[in-house]
């Protein structure tokens, strides 16, 4: 049987009729749907589509590792424009700091010429320490100026009294000591500090005590009494202590001091 190569072969069964005529028979030409060739009859078929299966899975991946990389990249970026934003900020308070500091300095010296300037610069401060005074009832205390942890600046000392070099506001303290071997319960003391301006005496601290021992006490008693405030003074000003009985102030120097130093 020959065929033509140009069209697809059809499939021809040959039935026999059952009547005894062998040589007779019928064709029965049936014409087959054409339907898409199946994978497992062709290989290459196959193989073809496990590659494009491949592929797809491949572009899956890409496209998810390129979509890490950008998430990656994209929280680089936000870091590192944190950190340069906190160095932009730091810059700028290291830049106002100064500029500020600086800027409170010139108003408080607003209305001063240079020569009180310089005068402001020097220190205003005394500390003096007690000594054996004299033997009178009451009177004006005696200090040591000179020795041990005594010492003036910027203050003039001169027979038991402090002259300030210039107005303003002091820190102004005394303490004196009392010492007596017996008891008597009415006594006391007085401690007074005073002020002189222009010749005029004002006193402006006192203390004052009395019952602080025991009578019939034939143990030695022992008090002090401090005073301290602030102080507006002016130039020229003259500072004065007085006791009551300065013959009881104990032997003990850095017991009793007088002394003041400048706020502003």
């Known amino acids: 049987m020959s065929g033509n190569f140009g069209h697809s072969p059809q499939p021809v069964f040959m039935v026999d009729s059952g009547r005894g005529h062998p040589k007779q028979h019928r064709y029965y030409h049936q014409q087959m749907p054409r339907s898409p060739v199946p994978c497992w009859t062709f290989p290459p078929a196959r193989a073809e589509m496990k590659k494009r299966g491949c592929g797809r899975m491949n572009g899956t991946i890409v496209w998810g590792l390129t979509l890490i990389l950008l998430l990656v990249f994209a929280a680089l970026g936000l870091g590192a424009y944190q950190i340069l934003r906190l160095q932009t ?4 308070l290291t830049q106002e700091i100064p500029a500020q500091m600086q800027s409170l300095t010139p108003q408080k010296q ?19 320490i007690g000594k054996i005074w004299s ?61 002189q301006r222009n010749g005029r005496n004002r006193t402006i601290m006192e203390d004052h005590q009395e019952g602080f021992c025991t009578a019939g006490s034939k143990q030695p008693w022992m008090t002090g009494s401090h ?14 202590v007085n006791v009551s009985h300065p013959l009881l102030i ?13 706020i502003n």
């Open 89 to 92: 900020e730091m810059q700028r």
């Open 110 to 128: 607003v209305g001063l010429n240079p020569a009180e300037l310089n005068k402001n610069t020097q220190n205003s401060a005394a500390h003096l």
């Open 135 to 195: 033997r009178r009832s009451a009177g004006t205390l005696k200090w040591e100026a000179n020795l041990g942890d005594a010492f003036t600046e910027g203050i003039k000392y001169i027979n038991g009294g402090l002259q300030v070099n210039m107005t303003g506001l002091y820190f102004v303290y005394s303490r004196v000591e009392f010492l007596s071997p017996k008891c008597n319960p009415r006594d006391s003391y007085t401690h007074i500090m005073s002020r």
């Open 227 to 240: 005073l301290g405030s602030l102080q507006h003074l002016k130039q020229s000003d003259w500072l004065f």
């Open 250 to 262: 104990s032997k003990n120097y850095h017991s009793n001091y007088f002394g003041l130093f400048k």
